[in-house]
């Protein structure tokens, strides 16, 4: 069985892994102003794997790599406020391949300018998110989402 991954907006693993980001909010961009314009680039990157091999019908650990734009940050996996959208990972129901669980990094806490008392957990630069995946016989081609708030 093999999955593949392709970097770009999109992402998916299949019995081939291709990876896709989704954007909940980007708050860091709020304005009319074009110093607040949106990003050109897609603030978190599908880094890799670009292909997994699974045994059928087996849970098999896969180490999901992403890296976050020079410059910005995201929500962690546990953000401090409610209000706050979490980083999630997830992949469309029926495409031969689920997540039988993901396990999440630590975030860094910050204060951003405009608020230093609040305390904001983030992701910046590269981090790695623990799946394990079980999938069905033959060669699969996913589109995976990572959900974040930036």
Not at 24 to 45: M, Y
């Amino acid at each position: 069985m093999l999955i593949s991954m392709k970097s770009g907006i999109g992402m998916a693993v299949a019995v081939a892994l291709s990876a896709g980001c989704v954007a909940a909010a980007l708050g860091q961009f709020i304005g009319n102003s074009p110093s607040h314009a949106l990003p050109k680039t897609p603030p978190v990157q599908f880094v890799y794997p670009e292909q997994v091999h699974l045994q059928a019908g087996k849970a098999s650990a896969v180490a999901l790599h992403f890296r976050v734009v020079e410059g910005m940050h995201i929500n962690s996996h546990t953000p401090h406020e409610e209000f706050l959208i979490p980083t999630t990972f997830s992949f469309p129901t029926g495409e031969g391949v689920r997540l039988a669980s993901e396990n999440y990094p630590a975030g860094s806490d910050i204060s951003l300018p405009s608020n230093p008392m609040m305390k904001l957990n983030v992701y910046s630069g590269e981090f790695v998110v623990e799946a394990r995946m079980v999938a069905t016989a033959g060669n699969h081609l996913v589109n995976g989402k990572l959900h974040f708030q930036a």
